[in-house]
């Protein structure tokens, strides 16, 4: 009898042990988390995804807070809802993207493809892998009475602030002037080009986005609120080629 207590015993002792380390392998997965990250991005409240997995919302809700443990069954009915492996809720979760560029550390390029250049520019996101969108500072020189602002385009969205001076901006046939505090939100794969318009260099902030364009007007963004610009009466930009 003694013997037998004393396997008992320490099965029981090896259940809670058993017991305390899934707890504690879940807690540091964030199952609960991911759960709810996954429901919420698919805009589904407990009960509609109660209804999915055939769980009630209570004990969904109590799963998402850590409160109790689920079972592989459980995960596998929630993992399907939303088309996931069952491996998703186990992988390590990557790490969110965060990165300084110091100014000391960036880099001064000039504008490439042409003799002359018009513009230099520093990359504001070149440590940033597999980035979505390329924000840069840029300045503007004035241009000598020769010189002709070279256009070009690629695909995607771009994003101009000005932070100091004046820029012109050919964009199709159109044509606006921006100065300090001015925005712009234009169709890259459209022909654009631009002039620095002041005795001194223009500051601006340029951001390229790389999602395909909408077929929208070009809208100029000032304090006083959105206007489109109007057309221009000369198209000089589209008449020059590629960068």
């Known amino acids: 009898m003694t013997e037998l207590a004393a396997v008992r015993s320490e099965e029981t002792q090896k259940s809670q042990v058993d017991s305390e380390t899934t707890e504690r392998f879940i807690a540091e997965k964030h199952i609960g988390e991911r759960i709810k ?11 509609e995804l109660g209804k999915h997995t055939g769980l009630s919302a209570s004990f969904l809700s109590q799963l998402e807070t850590g409160r109790v443990v689920p079972t592989l069954r459980n995960l596998a009915r929630i993992a399907m809802v939303f088309s996931k492996d069952l491996s998703y809720f186990f992988e390590s979760e990557p790490q969110a993207m965060f990165r300084v560029h110091r100014r000391k550390e960036r880099v001064r390029l000039p504008q490439t493809g042409v003799d002359e250049p018009t513009y230099y520019f520093e990359s504001l996101g070149y440590m940033v892998p597999d980035r979505h969108m390329d924000p840069y500072f840029a300045q503007f020189i004035p241009l000598d009475k020769n010189q002709e602002p070279r256009a070009h385009m690629h695909p995607g969205f771009e ?15 159109h044509h606006a002037k921006l100065e300090a505090g001015d925005a712009v939100y234009f169709d890259a794969s459209t022909p654009h080009s631009y002039v620095c318009m002041g005795k001194k260099p223009a500051d601006v902030l340029i951001v390229t986005m790389h999602q395909p364009p909408p077929a929208q007007p070009v809208t100029l963004l000032r304090p006083s609120g959105p206007r489109v610009l109007p057309p221009s009466p000369s198209p000089r930009a589209a008449a020059h080629g590629a960068r």
């Open 37 to 47: 990250r996954l429901r919420l991005k698919k805009s589904m409240g407990l009960v």
């Open 159 to 173: 994003f101009l602030y000005i932070l100091e001076g004046e820029l012109e901006l050919h964009h199709g046939e």
